[in-house]
């Protein structure tokens, strides 16, 4: 990852302190359907904090995604990993397109991403806003409020396998997962180094699914427990992923954060977002926590081809997963001031998009955000 560029704002004799302003360039993927109804409104909410901070953001916009396939016949032409790399942080929206299969459009774009920057940390926040409904009856806002750690690399999603006769009647097809030892560790260390920074409850809840899956889910267990040891001041608890979904319903305020694999960490971080009243509030981040490479900031929310196009979809997943951008690049207070407008909107509950019982545009509630920055 290249430095932030510098530009001199004011040049005097001395007497006038000269600011350097940083420069950040952010790559901008807007993907398909609702992802380039979101995108935008992300970038009016990072102009105006950048203005506040004394920062200025270069977008850099690549129209990679469905379109670019039916024009290309791929996602994103051969070079895209390169002419991303140099960038500070990367922004996506959604790809996903009825007419592409998911797989291609995911191979295609997502999971090359994540893999070539080694973003092996997913981190999926869950919390109830003040103000916003949950579908759990009697929870109140702050009482949700965990994170889902999904290993991010490898797993089950790491494309090893294939196929024998295929499209014939006696196909076979064999799906590997892939778990090592290095990327167990990683990730777990990654969650226990979360729950004390976060410093709220200092739990870390691991899940598998180790009594049907004796290998992979085995080293994943032995490997917690190793970690673990590493970090006494924090309680641990191992649930199998049945378990754990059950308990999200059923005792959500006791989690912290969570660990799990890269296909339990997207399922159970689905039904997080909806726990939290709405996928349109739920934000997540692609780390590399490494900083070698560009991290990317996404909401967890797919195109959503059903609503795409009407104005109506919640921008605020991808506001927040900006404001998880801002502290990755070490703008912490532009964060929290991000972070703080979306509380306030959603607390006086006047600008809500449909999924959250209102009739409010997208951009309203982006609106809404920005009065509240002032
Ligand atoms: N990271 C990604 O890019 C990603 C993630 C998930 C799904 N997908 C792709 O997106 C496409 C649609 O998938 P899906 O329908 O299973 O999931 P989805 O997240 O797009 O939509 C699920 C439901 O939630 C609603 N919803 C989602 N985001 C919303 C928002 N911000 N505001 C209001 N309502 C919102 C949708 O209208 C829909 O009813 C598929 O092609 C899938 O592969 C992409």
């Not at 102009?47 to 379109?67: E, L, Y």
């Not at 699914?209 to 085995?218: E, I, P, Q, T, V």
Request: hydrophobic fraction near 45%; charged fraction near 20%; charge should be negative.
């Amino acid at each position: 990852m290249r430095n932030a560029g510098e530009a001199r704002v004011r040049l005097s004799l001395g007497y006038n302190s000269v600011e350097p302003m940083k420069t950040l360039t952010i790559a901008v993927i807007a993907g398909d359907g609702v992802g380039k109804e979101v995108v935008p409104q992300s970038k009016r909410v990072l102009d105006a904090v950048a203005k506040k901070h004394g920062v200025a953001f270069a977008f850099q916009d690549f129209d990679w995604g469905a379109d670019h396939f039916f024009r290309w016949g791929r996602m994103m032409p051969a070079g895209a990993i390169d002419l991303l790399q140099p960038c500070d942080a990367i922004l996506l929206g959604a790809v996903g397109h009825p007419e592409i299969p998911d797989h291609t459009t995911l191979n295609g774009l997502l999971l090359p991403i994540r893999r070539s920057f080694d973003q092996y940390a997913n981190v999926r926040p869950a919390y109830l806003y003040p103000g916003v409904k949950s579908p759990l009856a009697g929870l109140k806002g702050g009482e949700i409020d965990f994170v889902v750690v999904r290993e991010n690399t490898e797993g089950e999603y790491a494309q090893v396998g294939g196929r024998v006769y295929a499209l014939q009647p006696e196909e076979v097809a064999i799906q590997t997962s892939v778990f090592t030892r290095r990327g167990i560790e990683r990730i777990v260390r990654f969650a226990f180094e979360l729950a004390a920074r976060r410093g709220k409850k200092m739990r870390v809840t691991s899940v598998t699914k180790s009594n049907a899956l004796g290998y992979s889910m085995d080293l994943w267990d032995r490997t917690f427990s190793e970690v673990a040891g590493k970090f006494p001041e924090i309680q641990t608890e191992s649930l199998l992923v049945d378990a754990a979904a059950m308990n999200f319903v059923r005792r959500p305020e006791s989690f912290d954060v969570v660990v799990g694999s890269n296909l339990f960490g997207d399922i159970l971080s689905d039904l997080s977002a909806a726990l939290i009243g709405s996928m349109g509030l739920a934000a997540s981040a692609n780390l590399d926590p490494s900083r070698r490479f560009p991290s990317m900031f996404e909401p967890v929310h797919g195109s959503a081809p059903d609503i795409a196009g009407k104005g109506i979809v919640n921008p605020l997943a991808t506001i927040l997963s900006a404001a998880m951008m801002l502290e990755h690049l070490e703008m912490n207070a532009a964060a929290r001031d991000v972070e703080r407008a979306v509380a306030a909107a959603l607390a006086e509950g006047k600008a809500r998009t449909p999924d959250l019982g209102g009739a409010s545009s997208t951009e309203e509630v982006t609106d809404a955000v920005l009065a509240r920055l002032g």
